[in-house]
C-alpha cells in the first residue's frame, strides 16, 4: 500500500475511535505543553537575571561576605565603613562604594510606598553610573553628618507625589522625616524589582535609622579591564587579613553571569527533564491504546492480510496511527504551551523566552515517542498469522 | 484457458501441536482445481474442511505436501510472498462476511487492489464495476450495518472478484444466510463461474447447495473420501 494511503487509512482508524484517539493524545498534549512551557520560563528567568547583571556595567567588582555561590548560606555581613576606607586605599579616591539596603515604608502625608531603602554614600552615582532627572546626589557632608535627606527613584517620587516636584519636599521614613534632595532617572528594573522604586538616603543616617554599623556590600570601580583580575585578588586578600577568619568574594559581572547562567541553565535541564518524563507517560499510554487497538482490530488484520497486505503494510498502518497520534498531540501541545508562556509572560514579571529550539523538539521528541512506542503494537499487528486473526473473536 | 491449473495439491497434510498432544485435521490431501472449475467440498465437521481452504488459499501453510497456486510451488515463500500470491490469484469469500465496518461497500471491495498499488480513483471505478456485476451498482456508498445479510455476502464476492482472481474460496458462504438468500448467493457464484470462468470452490453444509456443484469432494477425518464429477460438464 501507498504511503499516503497508509495514512488516510490511519487517520480513519484515528477518526472512528474520536474519544479514545483525543484522550490517548492528552498524554502527549501534557507533556509537550510542560516541556515547552518550563523551558521557556526556565530561559525567560535567565535572560532576565542576566539582562539585569549587565545592566550594572562591566567594570565594578562586587564585594560581599562569604563564598559567592547559589546554595552557600547568607552570611551576616561584618564589612563596615572601615572596610570601604581599606578598600579606598586599594582602588582609589571615588571608586568604591558601599551600601546597605533595608525594606521600609516611606510616606508622604497620606500617600505610602513600600520601598527600598538604600544606605549610600557619595560615591553611590557614579560607581553604578546612574543618572539623576532633577536636583543632586547625596554628597560628602551628608554621609559624613549623617543629612537627613532622600534621593528618590523615578517611580517612588511619582507614587509619593504625583505631579507635584518633590525637591525640598519631605518624606517620613520609620517615623523619620528627610528632605528630598534629588530624584533619579528611570532605568528600570533589577532582579524584579524597579530600581525606580527605591529611595537612597547617606549610609551613615540609614544605619542610625536601622540601629547598625554594618554595610550589606560593597562595590568598586576598576579603572581597566586588565586590572581586574589583580584588584579582585587584593581586595579578598585585604578583607580577609582585616577579618581573621571570614572569608569575602569580590566578582564581576562576567562572573556573576556565568554561575547564575550555569545555576539557571541546570534548573531549566531539570525542569524540562522533569516534563519529559510526563511526556514518556503519554508515550507509554500510547503503547496501551495501541496494543488495545490491535487486539480488538485483529479481525480486521486478518482480513488485510487474507487480501493481500504483507507485513510492512500492517506495519505502517498501526505506526503510522502511532506517529499520527504523539504529534498530532506534540502539535497541540506547542500551541498549547506558546500560549501559555506567552499569557505568563504578559501577566508576571518573568519574561518567557521561547527558544527555537524548544517547539522543534518537543515536537520530533513526540512524534520519536510515537515511533518507539507504537512499534511493539505495529510489529505484534504486522506478525499476526492471518488464520488465527481472522478465527479471532 | 491454457497453462497450469488453478491449484494443484499433492499429499498436504496439516497437523497443529496442541501441548505436546498432535492433531491432524489434513492426512494427506492431493487435489486439482482447474481453470474455470466449479467445486463443492462436503464432509461433517471437524473433517478438516476449513484448515483445506486456508492451506490451498495460501492463507496457511502445509506441514507437508506440495502445493502450487497458477504453477507456483508456495514452498518456500515467505508470509509477504504468500500475501501478494493471495493478492494475484486467490478471492475469499467467508461465512461471517468480514467487511470493513464503517466503510462503504465500494471502499470494501476496493482494498484488495489498494495492496497491489493502484490507484485510488482507478480503485473506486474497479470497485464499482464488481458491485454493478453482483448487482449492487445501486448500493456503492452504503456501509455493511445499512445493508442486509444477503447483500453484505454479494459485497464479499464483489470483492473476492475485483483483482480477476483465478479461483475464489468460499467457507460456508450461505452459512449465516437464511435459504432464500443463501440461494441468491448460490445463483450469483455459478453465474460468474459460468459467465467469467473464475474457478469456484466452496464449502458447504447444505446438500441442495451441494447438488447444485457439478464437482463434489467429500471429506471426512482429514483425508479426501469421494471426488464425483457430474458427467458432461
Ligand atoms: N488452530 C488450531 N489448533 C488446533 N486444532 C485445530 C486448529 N484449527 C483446526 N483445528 C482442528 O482441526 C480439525 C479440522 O478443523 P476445521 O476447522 O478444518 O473443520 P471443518 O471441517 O471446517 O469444520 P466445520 O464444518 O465445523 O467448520 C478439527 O478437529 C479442529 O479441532
Ligand atoms: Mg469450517
Redesign the interface.
Known amino acids: 500500500m501507498r504511503r499516503r494511503e497508509l495514512f488516510a487509512v490511519a487517520l480513519e482508524a484515528l477518526r472512528v475511535n474520536r474519544m479514545r484517539s483525543l484522550l490517548t493524545m492528552l498524554g502527549v498534549v501534557i507533556g509537550v505543553w510542560a516541556v515547552v512551557v518550563l523551558v521557556a520560563i526556565g530561559g525567560g528567568a535567565r535572560d532576565m537575571v542576566e539582562g539585569e547583571i549587565e545592566g550594572l556595567g562591566s567594570n565594578i567588582i562586587f564585594v560581599v561576605p562569604g563564598e559567592l555561590g547559589f546554595g552557600a548560606a547568607p552570611t551576616v555581613s561584618r564589612m563596615t565603613r572601615d572596610d570601604v576606607a581599606r578598600l579606598t586605599d586599594l582602588a582609589g579616591e571615588g571608586a568604591v562604594t558601599a551600601g546597605i539596603t533595608s525594606g521600609e515604608s516611606v510616606r508622604n502625608g497620606h500617600a505610602e510606598v513600600f520601598a527600598t531603602l538604600t544606605g549610600a554614600d557619595e560615591n553611590g552615582r557614579n560607581v553604578f553610573d546612574r543618572p539623576l532627572a532633577k536636583g543632586r546626589y547625596l554628597s560628602e557632608i551628608d554621609v559624613e553628618t549623617r543629612r537627613r535627606v532622600a534621593v528618590l527613584g523615578s517611580v517612588a517620587a511619582e507614587r509619593l507625589f504625583g505631579e507635584v516636584d518633590p525637591l525640598g519636599r519631605q518624606v517620613t521614613i520609620g517615623g523619620v522625616r528627610f528632605r528630598v534632595i534629588g530624584v533619579f532617572a528611570a532605568v528600570g528594573q533589577t532582579f524584579g524589582q524597579s530600581r525606580d522604586g527605591e529611595v537612597q538616603v547617606p549610609l551613615t543616617t540609614a544605619h542610625r535609622l536601622l540601629g547598625v554599623t554594618r554595610v550589606d556590600f560593597a562595590a568598586v570601580r576598576a579603572p581597566d579591564a586588565e586590572s581586574i583580575e589583580d584588584l579582585q585578588s587584593r581586595i579578598v586578600e585585604t578583607l580577609e587579613d582585616a577579618h581573621p577568619g571570614e572569608r569575602f568574594s569580590a566578582v564581576t559581572q562576567t562572573q556573576l553571569l556565568g554561575t547564575i547562567g550555569t545555576v539557571l541553565g541546570a534548573l531549566t535541564a531539570v525542569l524540562a527533564a522533569i516534563a519529559a518524563i510526563s511526556l514518556l507517560v503519554g508515550g507509554v499510554g500510547v503503547s496501551n491504546i495501541m496494543l488495545v487497538s490491535v487486539r480488538e482490530r485483529t479481525r480486521e488484520i486478518g482480513l488485510r492480510k487474507a487480501l493481500g497486505a504483507r507485513q510492512r503494510d500492517v506495519l505502517g498502518q498501526f505506526l503510522v496511527e502511532a506517529v499520527l497520534l504523539t504529534s498530532a498531540g506534540g502539535a497541540a501541545g506547542i500551541v498549547l504551551g506558546v500560549g501559555t508562556a506567552l499569557t505568563i509572560a504578559a501577566l508576571s514579571p518573568v519574561p518567557a523566552s521561547i527558544a527555537w529550539w524548544s517547539p522543534v523538539l518537543a515536537f520530533g521528541v513526540s512524534a520519536g515517542v510515537g515511533v518507539f512506542f507504537g512499534v511493539a503494537p505495529a510489529r505484534r499487528a504486522g506478525r499476526l498469522d492471518p488464520v488465527v486473526a481472522l478465527r479471532a473473536d | 484457458m491454457s497453462g497450469p491449473p488453478a491449484i494443484e495439491a499433492v499429499d498436504l497434510t496439516r497437523s497443529y501441536d496442541l501441548g505436546g498432544e498432535r492433531v491432524q485435521a489434513l492426512k494427506g490431501v492431493s487435489l486439482t482445481i482447474g481453470d474455470g472449475e466449479y467445486a463443492a467440498i462436503l464432509g461433517p465437521s471437524g473433517s478438516g474442511k476449513s484448515t483445506l481452504m486456508?492451506v490451498l488459499?495460501a492463507?496457511?501453510r502445509p506441514t507437508t505436501g506440495t502445493l502450487r497456486i497458477a504453477g507456483r510451488d508456495v514452498a518456500g515463500l515467505d508470509?509477504?510472498a504468500l500475501?501478494?500470491l493471495?493478492?494475484?490469484h486467490i478471492g475469499?469469500v467467508?461465512q461471517s462476511f468480514?467487511l470493513?465496518a464503517?466503510?462503504s461497500a465500494v471502499d470494501n471491495v476496493a482494498?484488495?487492489l489498494?495492496?497491489?498499488?493502484v490507484p485510488?480513483g482507478e480503485r473506486r471505478l474497479r470497485a464499482a464495476a464488481a458491485l454493478e456485476r453482483v448487482g449492487l451498482g445501486h448500493r456503492l456508498g452504503h456501509r455493511p450495518n445499512q445493508l442486509s445479510g444477503g447483500e453484505q455476502q454479494r459485497v464479499a464476492i464483489a470483492?473476492a472478484l475485483v483483482?480477476g482472481p483465478r479461483l475464489v474460496l468460499a467457507d460456508e458462504p450461505t452459512g449465516n444466510l437464511d435459504t432464500r438468500t443463501g440461494h441468491e448467493v448460490m445463483d450469483l457464484l455459478e453465474r460468474l463461474n459460468g459467465d467469467q470462468g473464475v474457478a469456484v470452490v466452496l464449502v458447504t453444509h447444505e446438500p441442495d447447495v451441494a447438488e447444485r456443484a457439478p464437482r463434489r469432494i467429500h471429506v471426512r477425518d482429514g483425508l479426501i473420501e469421494t471426488d464425483e464429477r457430474e458427467a458432461g460438464r
Not at chain 2, 489498494?114 to 498499488?117: D, H, L, N, T, V
Open positions: 486456508h488459499g492463507l496457511d508470509g509477504d500475501a501478494e493471495r493478492n494475484a475469499f467467508f468480514h470493513l464503517r466503510t482494498l484488495p489498494a495492496y497491489r498499488g485510488k470483492r483483482g
